[in-house]
């Protein structure tokens, strides 16, 4: 058991130098790669192993019994299988694979990865599993009947494009870029398997997901200071009392509801409380990191300023974003909120 461990290790371990090296040659293509036969390789299936022992059957019985029909179906049902070991190859010969669009999301949410299959021949391709390169999944999609999740089956049109969206978790904030992707076929008979894989380069991040902070939940409300508007209107936030909230770590002292704290003392396990705040108020709301506390911690002030950058947003508030020596706004709309979320979501300050 030890040497079978010690051989398996070994060959992952040859596997993935291999896979490295001819990643780093694929990366010239900037629009994508094209399947070549040299990037397909093909196993027979346990139905396949099934099926050439029948083979090796039928061939003993016709050679013990002198039968000439027996060797003429043995050897017909063998040149099938040669048949559909070529065909199940050709299935993905010549298959062009781009990056589609990869919108951002939220750290720990699904990002969803576009690959557009385009078959630039006369055949049409069918039964075509990609998903990515996960062994547990494969190795559930041989043994089942049909393919998990994780992989999605499609066919592919002669002379047409076939897009497919990828799901993968996107733990942290910054640039996901896409696991290996592999593409699967046993078209048309089931006895082999053939795949290929495909990197796509990191470096010019042909395939790759922007993961924004994780908005603060529950978040504390806007920040109450800001650049009054030209009708004179008050501070943002502050216009009408929207009731009470717990306690939570960065609130200003002077929003505590002392009322209700001195009702339900903390000693004797009362609980302190803030007063909240609703909208109204037509002003230029500042959003600054540096005014944040920093006992916080980076990713949670992150997390809250992402949730503000919403809530802004939400509330049709114009809002300044500065983050260190950035400064966007004061504005409002998708761009601003685009261009203000990847600023967090890139943030590279200490904590």
């Known amino acids: 058991m030890a040497a079978r461990a010690q051989l398996q290790a070994w060959y992952r371990h040859r596997r ?14 900037a629009a994508g790669i094209t399947l070549t036969p040299r990037r397909v390789y093909i196993l027979p299936t346990r139905p396949g192993l099934g099926f050439a022992v029948l083979l090796l059957l039928m061939l003993i019985g016709a050679l013990n019994y002198n039968l000439g029909l027996g060797f003429a179906l043995t050897f017909f049902t063998g040149a099938c299988a040669v048949a559909d070991m070529f065909l199940t190859t050709r299935n993905l010969v010549a298959l062009q694979l781009t990056a ?128 009054a508007s030209e009708d004179g209107h008050g501070a943002v936030g502050l ?8 306690y939570q770590q960065g609130d200003p002292m002077r929003h505590l509801a002392w009322r209700q704290i001195a009702r339900h003392d903390p000693a004797l396990g009362g609980q302190l409380v803030t007063k909240q705040f609703d909208g109204g108020a037509v002003a230029e709301l500042a959003l600054d990191f540096a005014e944040l506390p920093a006992h916080l911690g980076l990713e949670l002030r992150l997390s809250r300023m992402t949730q503000w950058v ?10 300044s974003l500065r983050l260190g020596a950035a400064s966007y706004g004061p504005a409002l709309g998708d761009a601003h909120r685009a261009a203000c979320l990847r600023a967090l979501a890139l943030y590279e300050g200490h904590a």
């Open 239 to 246: 216009d009408n009392f929207a009731g009470i909230r717990p």
């Open 100 to 227: 589609g669009r990869a919108a951002p999301v939220f750290a720990g949410e699904q990002a969803q990865f576009e690959v557009q299959l385009h078959n630039p021949t006369r055949r049409d391709r069918f039964a075509i599993v990609i998903g990515f390169d996960d062994d547990a999944s494969w190795k559930s999609a041989a043994s089942a009947a049909v393919s998990p999740p994780a992989t999605h089956p499609t066919d592919v049109a002669a002379g047409a494009t076939s897009a497919v969206v990828l799901s993968a978790p996107a733990p942290v904030r910054g640039w996901l870029a896409a696991p290996r992707i592999r593409l699967a076929t046993s078209f048309p008979l089931g006895l082999f398997r053939a795949w290929s894989y495909w990197k796509p380069a990191q470096q010019k991040l042909e395939l790759a997901v922007l993961v924004y902070p994780a908005p603060e939940t529950p978040a504390p409300p806007l920040p109450s200071h800001g650049a």
């Open 310 to 319: 919403l809530q802004a947003e939400l509330r049709a508030l114009p809002y």
């Open 16 to 29: 993935e130098r291999w896979l490295v090296r001819r990643d780093r040659r694929d990366c010239d293509a």
